[in-house]
């Protein structure tokens, strides 16, 4: 199993956790529908959960991407390793004089220790990236809540005015029947 797989299989693992969750304000949803008649309340309500989840599935996604990102800066990184350590072998096992030993060692260690300083920038871009990633990723959805916020307001704003009326008319209707009695 691969790397990208392994990343695949924690992204399911984490939106099957979900899934029970959305499956059951479905359910809810649908039971409610038969209770009430209207769905429109519980339309808004599945959504709202809907949306309150999409911000952590983004967020693993980007995980995922960190994750699958190190793991190859690692396979490279063990490679390295690996070449180095068959390198020093094969020097070992060839090199009878002293001196050219030193030289190829000094030699080997110089650029194993170049490599190292390659994936060590490897890893700060990685990190970067992700930083960049994870910023982007909560200026996202801090715009998106605040929009929908916003809408919030409005729709309970507008929906508190008609509400107003509705009272309003109605006493507006009774009071003519009472000056009417007296």
Sequence with gaps: MNTRQMCDQWFEI???AFDP?????????????RMAGNRQVYDQWFEMNRIAVDPFMRWNEIALQAVEKVAKCNLAMAQDYL??????????????????????ERKLISEFGQKIADHAGDYLRVAKE???AF???ANQTAKETAERAARAAETTARAGGETAKAAAGA????????AQKG
């Design 14 to 16: 984490n939106r099957a």
């Design 21 to 33: 969750l959305m499956r059951w304000n479905e359910i809810a949803l649908q039971a409610a529908e």
């Design 83 to 104: 070449e180095m350590g068959t390198r020093q072998a094969q020097l070992n096992c060839e090199t009878r004089d002293p001196d050219k030993w030193k030289d190829g």
């Design 130 to 132: 992700t930083q960049d």
């Design 135 to 137: 910023n982007e990723w």
């Design 171 to 178: 006493e507006g209707q009774q009071a003519p029947r009472g």
